[in-house]
């Protein structure tokens, strides 16, 4: 991707849909909803550490919402009997305490809507890439989008960041494997409810389309890329380019790499600290703390996971419709603008 290709492609949005909302606190949202493994936490990382630079140019991003991470929107969208990671480490036990919780991030989305449409920006940028691993159900996406809207998030550009399914599973399961506790030797079976949520992009992204065209001023683009297309490989930079940022701060955005892999012995290791953490003997579980301990400290060499050619073999024919076509130009569909679409 040139850097001018898609320069102020953002900017293009905001001004197509200038007079779309109403009221004084009202305010244009660029919604980023991942997918995971895609460049999410470079783009929340620098659109935080640039927070200041980005607000000079009109930019609102949220601190409240979440230090880099804008996930507790994505809580907007929960059904009251949701549970899972997340309401875990908030002492989220019951549908009172669910519902007490979106109160709160409720209010913290309408006061940063107040807080941009004072300070005269022209648009607020949220970024949570749990929206689309956490909001599996159409009445989920659609719940979370209408909450934002009644918090005075209006026009909405939704966004969504797209891989190849072999390539975005293989960085998903070392991830898993660190922060999720898995301990399977590779990726689950293609087919399974795990291997779907991010090898069926096509069905993911048909899933948010069917909520979002039924909406009035809500939009939806869809990036579909291979790392070499993107500016210097980085997600950041892209998202740069379409803020209409100078050469300096996509220069900046470019340097920001995160969530680097970690080498294959480590996530070996990695899986049986997991296996021992789940054991009763008080031991076992601390030999397990220990091990885990070793693996993020220690590298163990440069050999990088890799999907064996079997696995491989069975995700690009489960998922060929998410696969990738041979070419290396940035693919863009886009609801409000025709540009190279690839889905219609």
């Given at each position: 991707m040139k850097e001018n290709n898609q320069l102020g492609h953002w900017k293009l949005w905001l001004k197509?849909?200038?007079?779309?909302?109403?009221?004084?606190?009202?305010?244009?949202?660029?919604?980023?909803?991942?997918?995971?493994?895609?460049?999410?936490?470079?783009?929340?990382?620098?659109?935080?550490?640039?927070?200041?630079s980005l607000a000079e140019m009109g930019w609102h991003v949220p601190q409240t919402l979440g230090a880099i991470?804008?996930?507790?929107?994505?809580?907007?969208?929960?059904?009251?009997?949701?549970?899972d990671d997340g309401t875990q480490r908030r002492g989220i036990k019951t549908s009172n305490d669910l519902k007490k919780y979106q109160t709160e991030v409720f209010k913290r989305?309408?006061?940063?809507?107040?807080?941009?449409?004072?300070?005269?920006?022209?648009?607020?940028?949220?970024?949570?890439?749990?929206?689309?691993?956490?909001?599996?159900?159409v009445r989920e996406i659609k719940r979370m989008i209408r909450s934002m809207q009644k918090a005075g998030c209006n026009p909405i550009l939704v966004t969504l960041f797209r891989r190849d399914p072999v390539e975005l599973l293989e960085s998903r399961y070392s991830t898993a494997?660190?922060?999720?506790?898995?301990?399977?030797?590779?990726?689950?079976?293609?087919?399974?409810?795990?291997?779907?949520?991010f090898g069926d992009q096509i069905g993911l992204q048909k899933r948010w389309w069917s909520v979002i065209e039924k909406i009035e001023s809500v939009d939806f683009d869809v990036y579909t890329y291979k790392?070499?297309?993107?500016?210097?490989?980085?997600?950041?930079?892209?998202?740069?380019?379409?803020?209409?940022?100078?050469?300096?701060?996509?220069?900046?955005?470019?340097?920001?790499?995160?969530?680097?892999?970690?080498?294959?012995?480590?996530?070996?290791?990695?899986?049986i600290a997991n296996m021992l953490e789940r054991q009763k003997n008080k031991g076992i579980k601390s030999l397990g703390k220990?091990?885990?301990?070793?693996?993020?400290?220690?590298?163990?060499g440069n050999l990088k996971y890799k999907v064996p050619v079997s696995v491989k073999l069975e995700y690009t024919q489960r998922y060929k419709n998410s696969k990738l076509e041979n070419r290396t130009g940035w693919l863009i569909w886009s609801s409000w603008r025709t540009i190279d679409p690839f889905l219609h």
């Open positions: 197509e849909r200038e007079n779309n909302g109403e009221g004084e606190e009202y305010i244009p949202v660029i919604l980023h909803i991942g997918m995971e493994k895609t460049g999410s936490k470079a783009i929340q990382t620098w659109l935080a550490e640039e927070r200041q991470n804008h996930r507790q929107v994505s809580f907007l969208g929960y059904n009251k009997k949701r549970r989305l309408r006061q940063e809507v107040k807080t941009a449409t004072r300070c005269k920006k022209d648009a607020m940028i949220i970024s949570t890439e749990l929206a689309t691993s956490r909001l599996t159900r494997v660190l922060h999720e506790g898995w301990s399977q030797w590779n990726p689950p079976k293609a087919g399974s409810r795990e291997a779907n949520l790392a070499e297309v993107l500016i210097e490989g980085s997600s950041a930079a892209s998202v740069a380019c379409f803020m209409g940022c100078d050469k300096k701060m996509i220069k900046k955005a470019i340097e920001m790499k995160k969530n680097r892999p970690l080498p294959l012995l480590n996530l070996r290791a990695l899986m220990y091990l885990r301990r070793l693996a993020l400290k220690v590298m163990l």
